[in-house]
């Protein structure tokens, strides 16, 4: 058995960046649900598909940025300045109540995700043998989507209980605790650079990582639906009587949590395309039964089979853009499938914003269009996609 089998990825290091990264992704998750009421009450109804579709804007330009800096100035500091923009948003968005500010903030928000993640990722690949990158990102993925479960029903309770600013003040107390978490974690960066303005400077080949392009492509197709399910799944459930908004965003979630770290160690052994496409025809599947949905019943089923697909294919597909990846481009591969993934959901909160609007009818053929999308990503990598450096497609004696 090689020696990097027997590597202990789950030391003091890794499970500070899991909490951490569950503090984070519960921070910014639990604001959700109720934003979409929130905007509606200050006049901004038709301004719905924004709030996610603006957040997304700027997490996907400050992608290459915040690439950059990871493989110059280090992992850490990158990881504490996205929490630290989820600090300071949960603390004005009480202040800011015009529709005007609300859309300002939401934009300045998306810096958050901008940087986090993806100086998390390079984290981790720092940290963890190449042939275990898929069991590291699905439970790191596991931690991330716990947030992602558990904000949503926090969220809607803390509002229901005393106020949505009470749900602001403890969005921020996260990502404060995200911050002292961080402070504590080692850098894993050799060759480390001091920050200067400078760095802050792109070059049109600091941008995309070509090496990755093609994973990014399958990225933005196949995270279409995400956008389109943070923009209308809240009006939908409520339409088919669920009371939480936030218990669409629990199911998933914990559907998701029960398979990702099976499926994270099945890519690295079986390969990771092969999970990849089973989990693009599953997440059409997905899609396909939320739109044909006509109970609170069905929809927690669909919201299920939905779990059980993103659980299987982010793990895979992150490991994957790390396979094609240059080790001494790791943050800038990380930052182009980020870039594709916010492409991707906030094209899909546009698009579903825009037909939906208000009318509750156009929710089904919603998911159907954003499906056929889905389905493309598969039929991409099946017949298209040339496989050209791919390191663990082979089964791992």
Known sequence: MPADIRHPIYNLQFGLLCLSSFLFSASFNMLIPELPAYLANL????????????????????????????????????????????????????????????LWLRLFHG????????????????????????????????????????????????TARFSINALFYCSSLFALLS??????MKETLVKKERFKLALLKI?????????????????????????????????????????????????????SLLIRF??????????????????????TSALIFIG?????????????????????????????????SHPEHRG????????ALEAGIGLGAFMAGAMYISDIQMVPPTFYIIAGFTLLAYLYLQFIFKQTRIINESTNS
Not at 90 to 96: R, S
Not at 179 to 184: A, C, E, H, S, Y
Not at 233 to 247: E, R
Not at 271 to 282: A, E, N, P
């Open 111 to 158: 810096f958050s995700t901008g940087f986090k993640p993806t100086a998390t990722a390079a984290y981790v690949a720092d940290i963890v043998p190449g042939n275990r990158w898929g069991e590291a990102m699905g439970i790191h993925g596991l931690c991330f989507s716990t947030g992602l479960a558990i904000g949503p029903a926090i969220g809607s309770e803390l």
């Open 203 to 255: 070059n049109r080949k600091e941008i995309i990582e070509i090496r990755v392009i093609g994973g990014a492509f399958v990225t933005f197709l196949s995270y279409l639906s995400y956008g389109a399910i943070l923009t209308v799944i809240s009006d939908w459930g409520t339409h088919l009587g669920v009371a939480n908004k936030g218990l669409f965003y629990m199911v998933f979630t914990v559907s």
């Open 43 to 102: 006049g901004g109804a038709e301004y719905k598909g924004y709030i996610i579709a603006l957040f997304t804007l700027t997490a996907g330009i400050s992608r290459p940025f915040s690439g950059k800096l990871t493989d110059k100035i280090g992992r850490v500091p990158v990881m504490a300045v996205g929490s630290l923009v989820c600090v300071i948003c949960g603390l004005l968005y009480p202040l800011l109540t015009s529709i005007a500010g609300f």
């Open 332 to 339: 800038k591969a990380v930052a182009t499938m980020y870039i």
């Open 292 to 324: 044909q949905a006509d109970s609170p019943f069905q929809l927690m089923t669909a919201a299920a089979v939905y779990g059980v697909a993103t659980g299987m294919l982010s793990p895979a597909l992150t490991a994957f853009i790390i396979d094609l």
């Open 262 to 283: 099976a499926s994270g160690r099945l890519s690295d052994r079986i390969g990771r395309t092969s999970i990849i496409k089973f989990s693009l025809l599953l997440l």
């Open 179 to 184: 911050i002292v978490i961080l402070m504590n």
